[in-house]
């Protein structure tokens, strides 16, 4: 028996906060106002507008960890890992709905050929592990939680765009990660077991350590970076990759066996990405245009 979700999803997300503060700190005092220093790093104090610009977003981020921690009660991992992909769609509905710029990727078939592919190539990795566990140990309340963390997660890179653009990447992250720590510490204090505690030993404690800057401090900043330089939409649907990416990397690592329809389905997704990565680039040629003829 290992740690508890409530206990696990705290302790991997304090790892990422307490790993950037050293940065954040030398940052800061490099940029100090006194020194003559400029820019966001300068004022961290709790009357800096980035504390109240990251509440929503920690929110979102707060919610979908915290079902992601419980839905492993209810739900087999395939489906897991599908539904959590199903998030672009609605990352996609946001997006159009809050920023214009993104709503010029409708007018590019680029994009409905890419948004597609995804979602066929994501369906066709999943295929044969959702149907081998065949939903039998899926509950309806997993399905429910499922759907829930789906529309939860879909928001979070929108809500990342809109209020954190005009930070660093890892000051942004870096305070999405206080807040969401903090709560998190706070709903293992009050729900988690520790009685399991004395099963961790040195090599789980630095697998535990491990996964979470990886997967969450260092892979958290790249993605805000991508959200400001490319949008929501396209970094999502890039992100769709990830389970061929994990398969692919199973074969060659662990000699599993990569399936002729993951295959298709691995080959599908990439395409799609890269289809939206031109999509992208169309847009920004389109809107940069008017810009250089108007010698802005």
């Known amino acids: 028996m290992g740690l508890d979700c409530w206990v696990v999803n705290a ?13 954040i700190i030398a940052r800061r005092r490099r940029n100090r106002p006194d020194s003559g220093g400029f820019g966001a790093f300068s004022d961290l104090s709790v009357r800096s507008p980035i504390w109240v610009a990251a509440i ?83 509950t309806a309340f997993g399905y429910s939680l499922l759907l829930f963390m ?16 005009g930070y660093s990447s890892v000051l942004s992250f870096w305070v999405v990660s206080v807040y969401t720590t903090m709560f998190l510490m706070f709903l293992m204090f009050l729900f988690g077991d520790f009685s399991t505690f004395h099963v961790m030993d040195l090599r789980a404690w630095a697998i535990l350590i491990g996964s979470s800057l990886i997967g969450i401090a260092f892979w958290h900043v790249l993605y805000y970076r991508s959200l400001k330089d490319v949008g929501a939409v396209v970094s999502d649907g890039v992100l769709m990759a990830s389970p061929f990416l994990t398969i692919a990397g199973s074969a060659v ?13 691995g080959v599908a997704v990439v395409g799609a990405g890269i289809l939206l990565v031109v999509a992208h680039g169309r847009v920004t040629n389109h809107r940069t245009i008017p810009d250089v003829a108007e010698g802005r």
């Open 56 to 138: 929503v977003p920690a929110a979102i981020n707060l919610v979908t960890q915290v079902v992601w921690g419980l839905v492993g009660k209810y739900a087999e991992a395939g489906m897991i890992g599908f539904a959590a992909k199903l998030a672009f769609p609605f990352t996609v509905v946001y997006s159009f709905l809050l920023f214009p710029d993104e709503r010029r990727l409708a007018k590019m078939s680029a994009f409905w050929i890419g948004g597609s592919g995804s979602l066929i190539g994501l369906a066709l990795l999943s295929a044969e592990k959702i149907g081998g566990y065949g939903g039998g140990g899926t």
């Open 253 to 265: 690592l662990l000699g599993e066996r990569l399936t002729a329809l993951q295959f298709v389905g």
């Open 150 to 165: 789906a529309v939860s997660w879909g928001g979070y890179p929108v809500t990342v765009k809109k209020y954190m653009s």
């Open 11 to 23: 302790l991997r997300y304090s790892v990422a906060p307490v790993f950037w503060l050293p940065f």
